[in-house]
């Protein structure tokens, strides 16, 4: 009898000690990440629902099972701050919409001209923009922003090798984009992340997605930066379309006079194809 007692109460004290730990961890804010796009990305503080047995308990230990596997299904699809993890391809709305976007501005020469022509075919968009710009051409964000457009993080400086920087500097990287951009036009939201030239993490999607902002990439690309010709990239972006497709155009990064031009042709074509404009799925996964 005293053997089963004294077993008994090692088992309780091993519940309440990884109890413990567990909301140590949580507290700390540690998370969990796993190593692929589109998989797990979970952060303790919020912890997945359907497991309230008390701490010190079996149920406790079973719970905290339980949770885990649950916290990873829901991990999978929303970080803490109910945005997705996942990055988003697709436009919002069903049938024959179309999200354009917009990199690597904002610039004093070319995103006037692409607003303007925005403007003139009733499209809205979403300018990805990067933070050194946007603060030091605070008045072109508040031009795009007072156009409706919705706005985007990409990052302080365009760093197309952040997926190879520590965690800290993403996040720095990140975070102060997001501020400078916010910085300049107040009270207006940044909704989304987009990673430079698309190289995202596990842990750049949770930071993003924490903030509020959704993981943004794109499913068409005609590569207008490398200014292959205006028809090199209306063949690209005219082709076979996939369903709710996310364009990316540059109004930043050198000279977009091509992109300009092929925006004057794209956008009336789409809308003679029947399509509309929406912006990017930020809520969906």
């Not at 912890?47 to 299904?73: E, K, N, Y």
């Not at 803490?80 to 919002?92: C, D, F, T, Y």
Request: with cysteine; charged share 20%.
């Amino acid at each position: 009898m005293r053997i089963t007692t004294s077993s008994a109460r090692r088992r309780r004290a091993g519940y309440v000690t990884a109890a413990a730990l567990l909301g140590l961890l949580a507290a700390a804010g540690t998370p969990a990440y796993a190593a692929t796009d589109g998989s797990v990305v979970r952060t303790p503080d919020a912890p997945p629902s359907g497991h309230s047995a008390p701490a010190g308990t079996a149920g406790a230990a079973q719970g905290t099972a339980h949770g885990a596997a649950q916290g990873t299904a829901q991990g999978a699809a929303h970080g803490a701050s109910g945005v997705p993890l996942g990055i988003s391809r697709l436009a919002q709305g069903a049938g024959r919409q179309v999200a354009i976007t917009i990199d690597d501005g904002p610039d004093p020469r070319w995103t006037p001209q692409v607003l303007e022509t925005l403007r003139k075919n009733h499209v809205k968009a979403t300018f990805c923009m990067i933070g050194t710009k946007a603060q030091k051409y605070p008045e072109l964000v508040r031009a795009v922003a007072a156009d409706g457009h919705q706005l985007c993080d990409h990052s302080v400086d365009h760093d197309v090798t952040m997926d190879h920087k520590p965690v800290a500097y993403q996040r720095q990287q990140i975070l102060d984009g997001k501020a400078m951009i916010e910085k300049a036009v107040p009270g207006v939201p940044v909704t989304y992340y987009r990673a430079p030239g698309g190289a995202f993490t596990p842990d750049s999607r949770a930071i993003a997605a924490a903030s509020g902002m959704r993981p943004l990439g794109w499913s068409v690309d005609p590569q207008d930066w490398s200014r292959p010709g205006l028809k090199a990239i209306l063949s690209a972006v005219e082709g076979k379309l996939p369903q709710q497709p996310t364009v990316l155009f540059h109004d930043g990064g050198g000279d977009r006079s091509e992109t300009v031009a092929a925006l004057k042709e794209y956008l009336p074509w789409l809308t003679e194809q029947g399509y509309g404009f929406s912006f990017p799925a930020r809520t969906a996964p």
